[in-house]
């Protein structure tokens, strides 16, 4: 009797250890995906489970190899930068074994236009980056090779909302911060990002501002390590970011101030460097972005620190639009005569839980998974936001300032002010 029962406890606390965490994380593993995509280059990056020595091949429309460009060692996180292409130009790209030739994955990029004329289109989001529930067993025995090999789904709503932006195939792709949960750390980033936009990554840029949850492991590090943001002068790294695509100029703003008492306030880096990229930025249409709403119908409330010390220098400059996250939900709220700021639009329904909202005749508020797409043709910029079943949260159009408006803007931006002008003649 006493053989049988320690026959059963020594199988159930076999069964029970398959079940503990003794092994190490998968290491991080991706397909290829673009960053930093200009007028006339892009860099194809890729990160490999071990090291290996890569090249890239980039084709134009033809077939005809244009570019290529090959590692001189082995590693496990790969930049493979290309230069030398053509603006507004669509080509292929093969990433192959440098020493074999075999392929090891393949895409399609768009290099950015060179004329204000050209019409743009680009998709953001926020705080998508939930994790499928076996993620927490993932360094079980039981789990553990499935998830090394990437058998296990992801799933959930984040994945819906990847095969949404893959589909609607934007120039560009914002992400408005909190790229992964729980505390942006390198070992979530194959399940609550690469996988589930995979698709979207190999055929667009993905830029993306850093949340609070983005910054909870190494200040941030994680999420600059994946990413191929144009570096700032002000923080010497991509915290904060600008890039032109045709008429169209993005401002991503690092705006978190766990570092700084907890207040954004008139000395904050991104304070410095938005006066300093506003001063000389002259496209036409100009959108900031960031991950804290400067005003909120759910939890997180209005930003008083941010109406201060943010808001005026979005006003006095005519930025076009500011786009946050920071809340699970829609909402869009119009500069008002009293303030004079651009419309403000955030969009944290990228796949984490939802917060509720208070409805408000004045606002458009929702409490939906969804994401949204901008399109700019001459004059006019619409944005749409969409659920996940297709359907649309919301549909309204931005124009560029004319009148006395423009007029103003011709005193203080003479360059973007005639770059407007010659636009609207067309």
Known sequence: MNSRWLRRALWIAGIGCLGLNLLDDPPLATGAYLQDVGQGGATVALITPRAEQLACEVRDATGQLVARA?????????????????PAQKYSYAVVDAATGANVDAGTLRTAPADDKAPVRFAFLGDSGGQPWWVWMQR?????????????PVGGKVSTV???????????????????????QQVHYATGFFRPFAAALRQAPFYAVLGNHDT?????????????LPGAATTGDGRCFSFAWGPVRIL???????????????????????????????????????????????RQRNRGDLLLHLQPTLRENDVSLYLSGHDH??????????????????????????????????????S?????????????????AHRLDGSLVDTFHVALPEGEALEGLRRRHPARAARIDALRRG
């Open 70 to 86: 090959a590692e001189p060692s082995g590693r496990r996180r790969h930049r493979l930068r290309i230069d030398g292409l053509q």
């Open 140 to 152: 079980t025995p039981l789990l553990h090779l499935p998830a090394r090999w990437g058998w296990l």
């Open 162 to 184: 990847g095969r949404a932006v893959a589909e609607y195939a934007p120039d560009f792709v914002l992400h408005l911060g909190d790229v992964v949960y729980p505390r942006g």
């Open 216 to 228: 909870m492991d190494a200040d941030g590090q994680q999420l600059l390590a994946n990413f191929d």
């Open 252 to 298: 991503g703003l690092d705006c978190n101030v766990d570092r700084l008492g907890g207040v954004y306030r008139a000395d904050h880096p991104a304070t410095e460097y938005l006066a300093q990229e506003l001063g000389r930025c002259s496209e036409p249409w100009i959108v900031v972005a960031s991950h804290f709403p400067l005003r909120s119908q759910s």
């Open 329 to 366: 939900c829609y909402q869009r709220f119009h500069g008002t005569p009293a303030d004079g700021g651009p419309p403000l639009v955030v969009s944290g329904g990228g796949g984490k839980s939802l917060y509720d909202v208070r409805p408000d005749p004045r606002f458009v508020v929702e």
């Open 368 to 384: 939906s998974y969804h994401w949204c797409s901008a399109e700019v043709v001459g004059a006019e910029l619409v944005l749409r």
